[in-house]
C-alpha cells in the first residue's frame, strides 16, 4: 500500500491517508516531501483517525523536524529507565518513590508476569508459574509484549522498567521489538548484598507478600540466575556508559536522597 502511495506521486495522498496506520501515513508524508502547509491540510482530511493517531502517541504539535523540504511534527520517544538489582535489593520500593517524586509510570516485569498468571484463560499461566518457582526467567516473547502493551495502555511517556532485561535472551528480544520505538536512558542499578537480599525477601515473605518464591530454597535460585544472567547484562550496560549505581543497603530514604540525585542530574524536575 505504501509503495502503491509512492508511485501515485502525491494525488493518492490526502484522499487515503487516512486509511494507513500511524507510521506508514508519516512515512509517506516524507517521501513526498510534505510541507507544513500540505500537512495541516492533510491533517484537516485525515482529522478522524491520523490526529487521533498522533494525539496518542504523544506528538509534540509544535515541534517540526526540518529535513531539506520536509517539514514534520516530531513524535517524542517514550523514555525508558531500567531498574536492575538483586532480588529484594529494593527495586520496587524506591521506584515507588521516583513515580511520586517525579511522575514516572512503574512497570515491573516480574508483577506484570504475575497479573498474566492470574488472568483467567490465560494460555501462559502455568509456563509463567514454574519459571517464577525455579527463578528461571520467561522467554522474552511473553515478557516483551507484556510490557510493551502496558505502555501504550498508560497513555504516557516515561517509564521506569524494574527487573528486566534479565538476561541475554531478554536483551535480544527487547532490542528486536522495542529498541526503536523508545529513548533508552540509563540503567538504574540497586548494589545490594547478597545476604542483605535474602534477608529482605524472607522478611517480605514472612510479612505477607504471598508470593511463591519469597522462600529460601526458590532465592537461592533466583540470586543463582541473577549472578549468572542478569550481572552480564549490568556489566554490559556499564561498558557502554549507561549505568547509574546505587548502594542499596542503607535505610530506603537515604537510598532515595542518592536516586532522587541521579534524576535530578538527567534533567527531571
Ligand atoms: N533500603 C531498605 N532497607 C530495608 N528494607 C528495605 C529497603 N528497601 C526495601 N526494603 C524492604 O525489602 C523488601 C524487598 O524490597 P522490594 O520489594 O522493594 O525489592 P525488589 O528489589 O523490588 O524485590 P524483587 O526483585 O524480589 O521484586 C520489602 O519488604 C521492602 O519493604
Ligand atoms: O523480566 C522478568 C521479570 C521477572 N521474571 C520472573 O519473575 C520472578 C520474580 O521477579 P521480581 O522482579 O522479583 O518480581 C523472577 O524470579 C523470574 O522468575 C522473569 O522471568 N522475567
Not at 487515503?16 to 517521501?31: E, H, P
Not at 508459574?129 to 528461571?136: A, F, N
Not at 547484562?233 to 537510598?255: C, F
Request: proline residues 3%; contains cysteine.
Amino acid at each position: 500500500m505504501l509503495n502503491a502511495a509512492i508511485r501515485s506521486g502525491g494525488t493518492y495522498l490526502y484522499r487515503d491517508l487516512c486509511k494507513f496506520n500511524y507510521s506508514t501515513a508519516i512515512s509517506v508524508c516524507r517521501q513526498f516531501n510534505t510541507t507544513q502547509g500540505q500537512f495541516q491540510k492533510l491533517a484537516q482530511f485525515c482529522s478522524k483517525s491520523i490526529l487521533r493517531s498522533f494525539n496518542n502517541k504523544s506528538v509534540t504539535h509544535n515541534t517540526y523536524v526540518k529535513t531539506n523540504k520536509i517539514i514534520m511534527p516530531e513524535e517524542q520517544k517514550p523514555q525508558v529507565v531500567f531498574v536492575l538489582g538483586g532480588p529484594g535489593a529494593g527495586k520496587g520500593t524506591q521506584c515507588s518513590k521516583i513515580v511520586e517524586r517525579f511522575q514516572f509510570v512503574h512497570l515491573s516485569a516480574g508483577d506484570l508476569l504475575r497479573e498474566e498468571r492470574a488472568r483467567e484463560g490465560s494460555e501462559y499461566g502455568t509456563l509463567i508459574e514454574s519459571y517464577i518457582r525455579d527463578g528461571k526467567i520467561v522467554p522474552v516473547e511473553v515478557t516483551c509484549s507484556l510490557l510493551e502493551n502496558a505502555m501504550q495502555n498508560s497513555g504516557k511517556t516515561k517509564f521506569l522498567i524494574d527487573g528486566f532485561p534479565r538476561n541475554q535472551d531478554n536483551l535480544d528480544g527487547w532490542t528486536r521489538q522495542m529498541s526503536d520505538k523508545v529513548d533508552f536512558l540509563f540503567v538504574l542499578f540497586f548494589n545490594c548484598p547478597e545476604d542483605k537480599c535474602v534477608e529482605r525477601c524472607l522478611a517480605r515473605g514472612q510479612a505477607g507478600s504471598g508470593r511463591s518464591d519469597d522462600n529460601l530454597e526458590s532465592l537461592k535460585k533466583r540470586i543463582q540466575t541473577y549472578n549468572n544472567d542478569s550481572l552480564p547484562i549490568i556489566k554490559h550496560y556499564e561498558q557502554i556508559g549507561k549505568v547509574q549505581q546505587i548502594d542499596a543497603n542503607p535505610s530506603a530514604d537515604e537510598v532515595f536522597k542518592n536516586v532522587e540525585k541521579v534524576f535530578v542530574d538527567a534533567g527531571f524536575q
